[in-house]
């Protein structure tokens, strides 16, 4: 934290409707900071397919060192379908921003939140309470603009490392640990493709070395076609998964579905000592500027970095401030607010609204 006593804050409000649903994430945390007593100065920068488009690059130098100064870093939806580099691949600051501060835990949360609509029978019942793990540096991604590619063919190397994977899967098993803890089941599951790729077989086996570390995590190991099937038929079974990048990336919208979409998803990237926050969506430049897009999944983002600068710096206002926006979310959606996207008529405006209220 720096000297005033505030949270330095990062913000890259990025492109679409990325700054529309920053503004109420940040409204929210300035009115959750006033009721328990913390700081926060925010700092905007540059970042996306807009700044490229502009100047050539998705981020000028001046955003990375601030992301190097702040205490996290909040992130905007960024890209836009129109906008690519010239091998055709999309400006993608958020995944950048991984490899540049080595931000190998991708923390997707899928927790089915009052009132809100799911697609699976019996969850309203059941209940969805689930955190997806998703490796965030390597994997298939590893080779993100080193693909070979000539008229016969195309080829694409996916990398999975000793010291990556053994970082991955303590921090899988404490957060196992942490929300055991916290009244949850605290169970671990491996997701791969172990019977088919010695890769995988091989991240499958530093699994089982570190959990020999955590005796009171109750795990299980699962392929990936067959957990994806579970995942839709009983996802009140799982609580923390940890697989692949690529894997990851895919699963994690499958576990969003099952909570209302990717505008209720809120995700981190988490590293050694960075760490951002951002909505799982995408920039939606097909409703940008119209007052439609869902800011639930940036402002449960913002509750995110909570609790992470709490445990960053022992500071348990900060995981209560969190825990209350969570909870002002809850009620909103309890008391009927309904977005657009389930067939309602409430815009950024009445949810933001709402949620500063319950506040």
Known sequence: MSANNAFHIAVLAGDGIGPEVMAPALEVLRKVGEKSGLGFRFTEAPA???HYLAT??????STIKLCEEADAILLGACG????????????APQIELRFIFDLYAGLRPARLIPGVPSPIVGADQRGID????????EGLFASMGKGVVTHEDARETMVITRKTSERLFEFSFRLAERRKARGKPGALTCVDKANVFKAFAFFRGIFDEIEKKHPGVKTDRLYVDACSAMLVKRPWDFD????ENMFGDIVSDITASLIGGLGMAPSADIGDKYAVFQP???????????????PTGMILSAAMMLDWL???HGIESAAEAGETIERAVDQVYAGGIKPMEFGGGNGTADITKAVLGAL
Not at 80 to 91: A, G, H, W
Not at 240 to 243: R, S
């Open 130 to 137: 689930l955190v997806v793990i998703r490796e965030s540096t």
């Open 56 to 61: 050539g690059k998705s981020m000028p130098d």
């Open 48 to 50: 996306g397919a807009n």
């Open 280 to 294: 799982c969506h995408g920039t939606a430049p097909d409703i940008m500027g119209q007052g439609k897009a869902n």
């Open 80 to 91: 836009l379908p129109s906008v690519r580099y010239p091998d055709n691949t999309e400006i």
């Open 240 to 243: 923390v998964m940890v697989m």
């Open 310 to 312: 709490a445990d960053k």
